[in-house]
T-cell receptor
Framework: ETGVTQTPRHLVMGMTNKKSLKCEQH?????MYWYKQSAKKPLELMFV???????ENNSVPSRFSPECPNSSHLFLHLHTLQPEDSALYLC??????????????FGEGSRLTVL | GEDVEQSLFLSVREGDSSVINCTYT??????LYWYKQEPGAGLQLLTY?????DMKQDQRLTVLLNKKDKHLSLRIADTQTGDSAIYFC??????????FGAGTTVTVRA
């Protein structure tokens, strides 16, 4: 139990569907992140939020739309995805500016399959 | 290169030592990290080293840092079946963001 909870753990969707991934952290952190994990590729930073404000959008296609209503919750809205978007999507949180050591606290991930 | 680089696979016999190597990119990184991802789980911080250190030992784990070559390694002594996982090397940049490698899948065989 890392204090970062992601739902759903598994999601299968068609290319025309609209779905959302949810992340919730109970650590009192103010920064939240979305990462994409694909096999044999470096972990890819997608979005960063600090105090609910988006501070990083790493050239992510608009079919991925993040939302951060408060410092504890982060969503990733998905629509008209492509099969190559199939991956494990990881949420993470940290104190502001990474805290003392820059450590990130990860959720268990949402495994997305796009058919 | 622009990516943190590490080999993708390592197979080791139970009881032997495992050594995972990583090359990072940012010479100004204040911390270098090793994260562990067990099957079906997210990443968890395993250990880290401050950039002014050459070595850090923590029980069965030894981290070596060569700043000149931007090379980081993780040695696991007496490797156990529970050490089977994916190990990620990561560096932190001045903007507090972390860059990760692709992960090294360690398989421990009996």
């Amino acid at each position: 139990e890392t204090g970062v909870t992601q739902t759903p753990r598994h999601l299968v969707m068609g290319m025309t569907n609209k779905k959302s991934l949810k992340c919730e952290q109970h650590l009192g952190h103010n920064a939240m992140y979305w990462y994409k994990q694909s096999a044999k590729k470096p972990l890819e930073l997608m979005f960063v939020y600090n105090f609910k404000e988006q501070t990083e959008n790493n050239s992510v296609p608009s079919r991925f739309s993040p939302e951060c209503p408060n410092s504890s919750h982060l969503f990733l809205h998905l629509h008209t995805l492509q099969p190559e978007d199939s991956a494990l999507y990881l949420c993470a949180s940290s104190p502001p500016r990474g805290g003392a050591t820059g450590e990130l606290f990860f959720g268990e991930g949402s495994r997305l399959t796009v058919l | 290169g622009e990516d943190v680089e590490q080999s993708l696979f390592l197979s080791v016999r139970e009881g032997d030592s495992s050594v995972i190597n990583c090359t990072y990119t940012d010479s100004s990184s204040t911390y270098l990290y090793w994260y562990k991802q067990e099957p079906g789980a997210g990443l968890q911080l395993l250990t880290y080293i401050f950039s002014n250190m050459d070595m850090k030992q923590d029980q069965r784990l030894t981290v070596l840092l060569n700043k000149k070559d931007k090379h980081l390694s993780l040695r696991i002594a007496d490797t156990q079946t529970g050490d089977s996982a994916i190990y990620f090397c990561a560096e932190v940049h001045n903007d507090y963001k972390l860059s990760f490698g692709a992960g090294t899948t360690v398989t421990v065989r009996a």
